[in-house]
């Protein structure tokens, strides 16, 4: 089994910063894609960015510019570094990650509990 633990959230000013951790665990082989996705009350869940086994990163441009994504290929972590944070940027926080349990077999997705950030004055 594989468990995604994710950290970091919290209620923050407009401006303001936060860093999300997503720590996967468990029976891991390998870990293709990592992402963070987001889904605010009302809204269906989006895609806010992704980091390759490669190291290539993808936002959505609603990000770009203020989110940062990277990974600790040692530690099976993920984060998310946000800076300019806007009202809008209100939501939960889930970590997804690609995972191949064993060294030959399927890969499979998984996905954390979710994190709250709140962005208010």
């Known amino acids: 089994q594989v468990q995604l633990v994710e950290s970091g959230g919290g209620l923050v000013q407009p401006g303001g910063s936060l860093r999300l951790s997503c720590a996967a665990s468990?029976?891991?082989?390998?870990?293709?894609?990592m992402s963070w996705y987001r889904q605010a009350p009302g809204k269906q869940r989006e895609l806010v960015a992704t980091?390759?086994?490669?190291?290539?990163?993808n936002y959505a441009d609603s990000v770009k510019g203020r989110f940062t994504i990277s990974r600790d290929y040692a530690k099976n972590t993920v984060y998310l570094q946000m800076n300019s944070l806007k009202p809008e940027d209100t939501a939960v926080y889930y970590c997804?990650?690609?995972?191949?349990?064993?060294?030959?077999?399927?890969?499979?997705?998984?996905w954390g509990q979710g994190t709250q950030v709140t962005v208010s004055s």
């Open positions: 468990g029976s891991i082989f390998s870990i293709a894609d």
């Open positions: 997804n990650a690609q995972v191949q349990p064993q060294r030959v077999g399927k890969q499979y997705d998984y």
């Open positions: 980091i390759t086994s490669g190291g290539y990163r």
